[in-house]
């Protein structure tokens, strides 16, 4: 029992600083909502690494108290991912496909299928280097 326990504390202080980190800001508060949902959801219980989790928390608290470098990333971070869940729910920008009228379709999907392959590996890599569960 006291691992659900250390698994809803978790939740629920990434979650609240997550909030404070983007400032309750419309668009953001709902990405950072459904990406730790999502985490907490469809991650095995044995991934749970509760230095991680600690680390994350103070980058997210560091990020909602001063303008600096966490507070650019995070922001950064929410920007893209919402552009990206956007793109996946359009299922096809009328605006790219008018400004590059010669490209198909089936050619500006898969380009946007492999164009977020360099940020997802830079994630990884910020999380191997600083500890972090951003996901």
């Not at 198909?104 to 940020?119: G, M, N, Q, T, V």
Request: net charge positive.
């Amino acid at each position: 029992m006291q691992d659900r326990h250390e698994l809803v504390q978790a939740y629920r202080q990434l979650y609240k600083q997550a909030l404070r980190a983007c400032q309750y800001s419309k668009p953001s508060r709902y990405v950072m909502r459904d990406r730790i949902r999502n985490a907490f959801r469809h991650g095995r219980s044995e991934e749970f690494d509760k230095g991680k989790v600690e680390r994350t928390v103070m980058f997210l608290r560091h990020a909602a108290s001063h303008r600096g470098l966490e507070h650019t990333i995070q922001k950064n971070l929410c920007h893209v991912w919402w552009e990206r869940e956007n793109k996946v729910r359009e299922h096809g920008d009328r605006r790219s496909c008018v400004l590059s009228g010669f490209i198909r379709r089936s050619d500006i999907r898969e380009l946007r299928k492999h164009a977020y392959a360099e940020f997802d590996r830079t994630i990884e890599r910020l999380n191997e280097s600083m500890g972090l569960c951003i996901k």
